[in-house]
């Protein structure tokens, strides 16, 4: 029954930076991993950066040093924190929230995609 919806995607210059939200309609402290992933137009969906317990932070290769995760549990919201941009990072953005064990097995839940589009 929880939902996630994203929002902040849009055109940013090559260099540049944007946040991307995810607003969760749930408390996300009760979920044990959050994480961002991507899908590129022709490329399978890739993670991009994911939190599990609360502070166990993993990042691509390909963003480590240019993205930051981080959410808050204030707003039931996690964010994408994207810097010095590159034509590489287009896709379409999803968040991503699982809680590992509930009383009907595992729960997974993703949100409907922001579209991120670099260009100068």
């Known amino acids: 029954q929880a939902q996630l919806v994203e929002s902040g995607g849009g055109l940013v210059q090559p260099g540049g930076s944007l946040r991307l939200s995810c607003a969760a309609s749930?408390?996300?402290?009760?979920?044990?991993?959050l994480a961002w992933y991507r899908q590129a137009p022709g490329k399978e969906r890739e993670l991009v950066a994911s939190?599990?317990?609360?502070?166990?932070?993993k990042y691509a290769d390909s963003v480590r040093g240019r993205f930051t995760i981080a959410k808050d549990n204030a707003k039931n919201t996690m964010y994408l924190l994207m810097s010095s941009v590159k034509p590489e990072d287009a896709a379409v953005y999803y968040c991503?929230?699982?809680?590992?064990?509930?009383?009907?097995?595992?729960?997974?839940?993703w949100g409907q995609g922001t579209q991120v589009t670099v260009s100068s």
């Open positions: 991503y929230a699982e809680r590992w064990v509930t009383v009907e097995g595992p729960f997974r839940i």
């Open positions: 749930k408390t996300i402290s009760r979920f044990d991993t």
């Open positions: 939190i599990s317990n609360g502070a166990n932070i």
